[in-house]
Nanobody, 122 residues
Framework: HVQLVESGGGSALAGGSVRLSCAAS????????MAWFRQAPGKEREGVAV???????LYADSVKGRFTITQDNAKNTVYLQMNSLKPEDTAMYYC?????????????????WGQGTQVTVS
């Protein structure tokens, strides 16, 4: 049974930091693309960051230089370190996994999703 569980969301002040975690079960994260997406009220879901099985990363322009995606294979967990937060980073953040070639920030290619964790920046 494949499951992704996010944690670490909450409230932060602008300029602050938050670290999100995504614990995976049912498969090994080092063999799949692991990504973070977010969705703000009234807006479409957007890709934030993705890490490939080889450790290559890709970021949305809006978070480049501020967010970092990493993975701990021993814990089968992916992290999103968010620094220099802005109010526009406020959203529900989702972890997603995709097997196969091509690690992308396009959500329709992802089959497995977590339940989401809210991040609010004021």
């Amino acid at each position: 049974h494949v499951q992704l569980v996010e944690s670490g969301g909450g409230s932060a002040l602008a300029g602050g930091s938050v670290r999100l975690s995504c614990a995976a079960s049912g498969y090994t994260i080092s063999t799949v693309c692991m990504a973070w997406f977010r969705q703000a009220p009234g807006k479409e879901r957007e890709g934030v960051a993705v890490i490939s099985p080889g450790g290559n990363t890709l970021y949305a322009d809006s978070v480049k230089g501020r967010f970092t995606i990493t993975q701990d294979n021993a814990k089968n967990t992916v992290y999103l370190q968010m620094n220099s937060l802005k109010p526009e980073d406020t959203a529900m953040y989702y972890c997603a996994a995709r097997s196969g070639l091509g690690c992308t920030l396009v959500d329709r290619y992802y089959k497995n999703w977590g339940q989401g964790t809210q991040v609010t920046v004021s």
